[in-house]
């Protein structure tokens, strides 16, 4: 029997991390290879990730290349998904075309696609009173739980701006004390949340706040970095280096769920 062929993905690209990430862990397109392919399922042999620079380069998929795609992956990125530019507007326009013009296609938020997704679908982003940073533990709702696999997740963080409340026709799935809307998904069928003695319908849209790519020495280069220009003192820096060697589930678990939509 034939290798099933390899599932074809786009990798949304929204910005570069700083130079000491990228020196030692590589851009956006290097960490999400890592990421899925650390996670990759029983199943899928292999995967091609095909990047589009939407911030520097303004390139994006043509509708003809996105009907090869099983999924999108919209990454994070050091800007604030409601500031009114041009690369972020044409970004929140195409993502609300693509959602809605492409109902097959499996699209996934990490931290800023997270909240560009909820902004291009009738949501918001807004700054929040306070930073969350390194690994945080978030509660999962009952439905959170049956796609996550768990009851609590822990996942690495790097963030200010949220979002404060979930879309039309997408659901909560986790939360934190500081951030409401840490998880959301939106099925492709009927709008209503499935029973629990129901299977989970077909996800169109899976969207975390948190950062699955994320390792412990990438987040503290980062924190390195913000502290240096003065965005973190002292104190957040030393308690996001303690709490870094927590355990992490972002591959193990996010990255999971995130194979779980995209093969699908």
């Known amino acids: 029997m034939s290798p099933a062929p390899a599932i074809r993905l786009a990798l949304i690209v929204c910005d570069?991390?700083?130079?000491?990430?990228?020196?030692?862990?590589?851009?956006?397109?290097?960490?999400?290879?890592?990421?899925?392919?650390?996670?990759?399922?029983?199943?899928?042999?292999?995967?091609?990730?095909?990047?589009?620079?939407?911030?520097?380069?303004?390139?994006?998929?043509?509708?003809?290349?996105?009907?090869?795609?099983?999924?999108?992956?919209?990454?994070?990125?050091?800007?604030?998904?409601?500031?009114?530019?041009?690369?972020?507007?044409?970004?929140?326009?195409?993502?609300?075309?693509?959602?809605?013009?492409?109902?097959?296609?499996?699209?996934?938020?990490?931290?800023?696609?997270?909240?560009?997704?909820?902004?291009?679908?009738?949501?918001?982003?807004?700054?929040n009173s306070e930073w969350e940073i390194s690994v945080t533990e978030l509660g999962l709702n009952d439905l959170g739980q049956r796609i996550f696999g768990t009851k609590t997740l822990n996942i690495q963080q790097m963030h200010r701006d949220h979002v404060p409340t979930v879309p039309p026709s997408f659901h909560l799935l986790g939360s934190t004390t500081v951030t409401p809307v840490q998880a959301m998904v939106r099925f492709a069928g009927p709008p209503s949340p499935p029973s629990a003695d129901e299977p989970l319908p077909p996800i169109q849209i899976l969207t975390v706040q948190g950062h699955p790519e994320f390792t412990k020495e990438i987040v503290d280069k980062l924190v390195d970095v913000r502290s240096a220009s003065g965005l973190f003192d002292q104190a957040m820096a030393e308690d996001a280096k303690r709490r870094g060697s927590w355990r992490n589930d972002g591959v193990p678990v996010v990255g999971k769920a995130i194979w779980e939509v995209l093969k699908t």
């Not at 409601?82 to 990490?110: F, H, T």
């Open 16 to 127: 570069t991390p700083p130079p000491p990430i990228v020196r030692a862990d590589g851009d956006y397109p290097h960490i999400f290879t890592t990421l899925l392919r650390a996670s990759l399922p029983d199943g899928v042999t292999d995967f091609v990730l095909d990047t589009y620079d939407v911030k520097d380069k303004m390139e994006y998929p043509s509708d003809e290349a996105l009907d090869t795609y099983r999924g999108i992956i919209i990454t994070g990125s050091a800007a604030s998904a409601y500031e009114d530019i041009p690369w972020i507007n044409k970004l929140v326009e195409w993502l609300a075309r693509v959602a809605d013009s492409k109902p097959q296609l499996k699209i996934i938020g990490i931290c800023f696609g997270h909240q560009v997704i909820a902004r291009a679908l009738g949501g918001s982003c807004v700054r």
